[in-house]
């Protein structure tokens, strides 16, 4: 087989046709949809990048959005806490303020009750003090009566100082002399001489006078005071008592 020169060119020239018809019409649309392909893949990663760091920005928010929604819901629960403890403290206030009150009251009322039964006890105790001694008075003669009232009295003039007990009896008025019955003459003269022992010269004679409603004993009116020694007396003092320990 010989060579030949045409043929050789002629080989030659078809191939450069090919890699001309290859490149113009394979690689070039080829190498350009790679190209494309490289750029959208790029794009893709770069939208990819840009997603992903809005996914974290997202993310991040959430969770900052998360802590301050848990931070909220700890200080409602804590402020619905302390509210509710408050109210119950509150309450237990107030039904301990009412509970105080009404031993208060209690112990108001109870103070008043004892106060009005003693008073009512006392009161019925004088009653009762006196309805004796207006029996006792009653079985004693007049006369053990009158000496025993009038030895009373001179204990007390006695225990006056001396110039005290002149003051009393020496006046522009008699002393006067009060008795739940009239006074035999012995009786008045024992007065006489009492009140003489104690007076000055200048004191006047007593004057004698019967009032019923003294019940026993004797009232004596004097110029510089008085002096009771009378169940009356004595039964006034004992309601006087009583109602000032109300």
Do not use: C
């Not at 006489?192 to 010269?201: N, P």
């Amino acid at each position: 087989m010989s060579f030949s020169p045409l043929a050789f060119a002629f080989q030659i020239a078809n191939f450069a046709i090919l890699v001309w018809l290859l490149k113009r019409f394979l690689y070039a649309p080829l190498l350009a949809a790679i190209d494309a392909r490289r750029d959208e893949l790029a794009q893709a990663q770069a939208a990819a990048r840009v997603a992903k760091s809005a996914a974290d920005a997202a993310a991040d928010a959430a969770r900052a959005q998360a802590r301050e929604t848990e931070m909220a819901r700890a200080k409602l629960i804590e402020d619905a806490r302390a509210d509710a403890l408050a109210e119950r403290q509150r309450i237990v206030d107030g039904a301990h303020r009412e509970a105080q009150g009404r031993l208060e009251a209690a112990a108001a009322r109870l103070a008043g009750e004892r106060r009005a039964a003693a008073n009512a006890l006392r009161s019925d105790a004088a009653a009762l003090a006196e309805a004796l001694a207006r029996r006792v008075m009653a079985g004693l003669p007049d006369a053990a009566l009158d000496a025993g009232f009038r030895d009373a009295v001179g204990n007390w003039l006695d225990a006056l100082p001396r110039d005290k007990a002149a003051d009393l009896l020496t006046g522009a008025a008699p002393v006067r002399i009060a008795t739940a019955a009239a006074l035999d003459a012995p009786s008045r003269a024992a007065w006489i001489d009492l009140f003489g022992s104690h007076a000055s010269s200048a004191a006047m004679p007593p004057a004698f006078v019967v009032d019923p409603a003294i019940g026993g004993g004797v009232e004596i009116d004097f110029p510089g005071g008085s002096a009771r020694f009378s169940l009356r007396a004595a039964a006034a003092e004992l309601r006087a008592n009583a109602a000032a320990d109300d």
